[in-house]
């Protein structure tokens, strides 16, 4: 069995864990109404029927979690800041108290010696520009987002390492205007690659509002499910190119090439966004890093019924099939096809069915799955890619989406009901795995 050695990554390598505002701030009544509050109200949307008015109380709670990262030895953490919670309507008046309250949690994290690292937008979109302009369907939301990216970048550039403007956008347009299974709940594929095209166009927007006012890293992250056909027919073979299409490059193409997939502008037909002159040059700025955020690979059959993927290493919580290789490959493959900027891998974990038993969380499959995933970033370090750090999905359960409360994914078990954090097994063995990483590197 290849072993993990804390050598196969250089000094610096950076070692973190992420989260999302919707997902653990809680303190909603401090906020503007986001589109996942509305989502949420909605009968049926939500496996729980839960919300995310209080999720881990984050807000109330920083303090605490700074102090976990602080025991994990993490050196980075990427969250995001909730648009409706510094400006709530979307436009027009910021709200100074929400700006206040990033402004404390950035300051904490330097203090413990612990990188910030900004997102702009994971999915909490203010739910005014939902009411007025149906959200991201609207291009009057590009200059809006711009705007507020270049206030966020202007209070907080000099001390945040890195801004991303989107989180995941496949997601966004997707999953929230096609297949409604995330807000806004929406149904419609014409829709969702107009929300995909606009959202493309926010980044690019947004890019170059903030090069005005900082010199602080910026980025985007994706998250890529590498495509493999189930048999190797002409059929399936097909059917997997064109999930990349959508998946993959539909957002690669137009960011480090300027232009959209031709095969995917065919399968769209009708329903293909409508686009402007200069949009693609708008969207291609030059990026000072790519977040990748992987966690399985889709396993693609034409046949009825489908072949399943096979799950030799088994399956998540999530039902998401555990196939590390498939991140070696796929970062060897976009560096060789885009010659992107450094990496950082920004999100990557499982969902897992943790329990307290004595005061432990005895995690091992989370365990396995660390392990084999920082394996196969090695290895696409070894063969050439330039991956510069690792964010852990996530520090704490927390609100999955549709999935609510029901899904765990923290290194940190959050009992909802207290809101006591307890260690998992895995955030042991990340946390003397970081060590032993520090002291190889420090040659001690
Ligand atoms: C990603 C999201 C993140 C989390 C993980 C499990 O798609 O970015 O917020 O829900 O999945």
Same mark, same amino acid.
């Given at each position: 069995?290849?072993?993990?050695?804390?050598?196969?990554?250089?000094?610096?390598?950076?070692?973190?864990?992420?989260?999302?505002?919707?997902?653990?701030?809680?303190?909603?009544?401090?906020?503007?109404?986001?589109?996942?509050?509305?989502?949420?109200?909605?009968? $049926?949307?939500?496996?729980?029927?839960?919300?995310?008015?209080?999720?881990?109380?984050?807000?109330?709670?920083?303090?605490?979690?700074?102090?976990?990262?602080?025991?994990?030895?993490?050196?980075?953490?990427?969250?995001?800041?909730?648009?409706?919670?510094?400006?709530?309507?979307?436009? $027009?008046?910021?709200?100074?108290?929400?700006?206040?309250?990033?402004?404390?949690?950035?300051?904490?994290?330097?203090?413990?010696?612990?990188?910030?690292?900004?997102?702009?937008?994971?999915?909490?979109?203010?739910?005014?520009?939902?009411?007025?302009?149906?959200?991201?369907?609207?291009?009057?939301?590009?200059?809006?987002?711009?705007?507020?990216?270049?206030?966020?970048?202007?209070?907080?550039?000099?001390?945040?390492?890195?801004?991303?403007?989107?989180?995941?956008?496949?997601?966004?347009?997707?999953?929230?205007?096609?297949?409604?299974?995330?807000?806004?709940?929406?149904?419609?594929?014409?829709?969702?690659?107009?929300?995909?095209?606009?959202?493309?166009?926010?980044?690019?927007?947004?890019?170059?509002?903030?090069?005005?006012?900082?010199?602080?890293?910026?980025?985007?992250?994706?998250?890529?499910?590498?495509?493999?056909?189930?048999?190797?027919?002409?059929?399936?073979?097909?059917?997997?190119?064109?999930?990349?299409?959508?998946?993959?490059?539909?957002?690669?193409?137009?960011?480090?090439?300027?232009?959209?997939?031709?095969?995917?502008?065919?399968?769209?037909?009708?329903?293909?966004?409508?686009?402007?002159?200069?949009?693609?040059?708008?969207?291609?700025?030059?990026?000072?890093?790519?977040?990748?955020?992987?966690?399985?690979?889709?396993?693609?059959?034409?046949?009825?019924?489908?072949?399943?993927?096979?799950?030799?290493?088994?399956?998540?919580?999530?039902?998401?099939?555990?196939?590390?290789?498939?991140?070696?490959?796929?970062?060897?493959?976009?560096?060789?096809?885009?010659?992107?900027?450094?990496?950082?891998?920004?999100?990557?974990?499982?969902?897992?069915?943790?329990?307290?038993?004595?005061?432990?969380?005895?995690?091992?499959?989370?365990?396995?799955?660390?392990?084999?995933?920082?394996?196969?970033?090695?290895?696409?370090?070894?063969?050439?890619?330039?991956?510069?750090?690792?964010?852990?999905?996530?520090?704490?359960?927390?609100?999955?989406?549709?999935?609510?409360?029901?899904?765990?994914?923290?290194?940190?078990?959050?009992?909802?009901?207290?809101?006591?954090?307890?260690?998992?097994?895995?955030?042991?063995?990340?946390?003397?795995?970081?060590?032993?990483?520090?002291?190889?590197?420090?040659?001690?």
């Amino acid at each position: 069995m290849p072993v993990l050695d804390a050598a196969l990554f250089r000094p610096g390598f950076l070692w973190g864990a992420a989260t999302s505002a919707a997902q653990i701030e809680g303190a909603a009544d401090t906020r503007g109404p986001s589109i996942w509050d509305r989502f949420c109200a909605e009968p $049926g949307r939500i496996m729980d029927g839960s919300n995310i008015d209080v999720a881990c109380d984050h807000v109330h709670r920083f303090h605490e979690d700074v102090q976990l990262m602080r025991w994990l030895g993490t050196k980075a953490y990427r969250f995001s800041i909730a648009w409706p919670r510094v400006q709530p309507d979307g436009r $027009g008046a910021w709200n100074e108290a929400g700006f206040a309250f990033y402004d404390r949690l950035i300051d904490e994290l330097v203090a413990a010696g612990i990188q910030p690292h900004v997102t702009l937008y994971h999915w909490d979109l203010p739910a005014a520009l939902h009411d007025d302009f149906g959200g991201w369907q609207s291009r009057e939301v590009v200059p809006l987002f711009a705007a507020y990216a270049a206030e966020v970048a202007r209070r907080f550039g000099s001390r945040v390492k890195s801004i991303a403007t989107l989180n995941e956008p496949w997601c966004v347009a997707t999953l929230g205007y096609e297949t409604a299974q995330f807000a806004p709940g929406l149904t419609s594929r014409a829709a969702a690659a107009q929300v995909s095209h606009h959202l493309l166009l926010a980044h690019g927007a947004a890019i170059e509002a903030m090069r005005q006012v900082t010199r602080t890293p910026l980025g985007i992250v994706l998250n890529h499910t590498p495509a493999f056909p189930a048999e190797p027919t002409e059929a399936d073979r097909r059917a997997a190119r064109l999930d990349d299409g959508l998946n993959v490059r539909w957002y690669m193409d137009p960011i480090f090439r300027g232009s959209y997939p031709a095969d995917v502008i065919e399968h769209l037909g009708a329903d293909a966004p409508k686009t402007e002159p200069g949009d693609l040059e708008r969207i291609a700025q030059p990026l000072d890093f790519l977040g990748v955020n992987f966690y399985t690979r889709s396993f693609i059959s034409t046949q009825q019924p489908a072949v399943p993927a096979p799950g030799a290493m088994g399956f998540t919580d999530m039902g998401w099939e555990v196939y590390p290789k498939a991140l070696t490959q796929h970062l060897v493959r976009i560096t060789r096809e885009y010659s992107p900027p450094p990496i950082f891998i920004t999100e990557n974990g499982m969902a897992n069915p943790d329990t307290v038993t004595g005061g432990r969380v005895h995690d091992e499959a989370r365990i396995n799955y660390l392990r084999e995933h920082l394996l196969a970033v090695s290895r696409a370090i070894e063969l050439g890619v330039d991956v510069r750090g690792y964010f852990y999905w996530s520090l704490l359960d927390n609100f999955e989406w549709n999935s609510g409360y029901t899904k765990r994914f923290g290194l940190f078990h959050v009992d909802y009901a207290t809101q006591v954090r307890t260690a998992k097994d895995s955030a042991h063995w990340y946390r003397e795995f970081i060590r032993q990483h520090a002291a190889v590197a420090s040659g001690s």
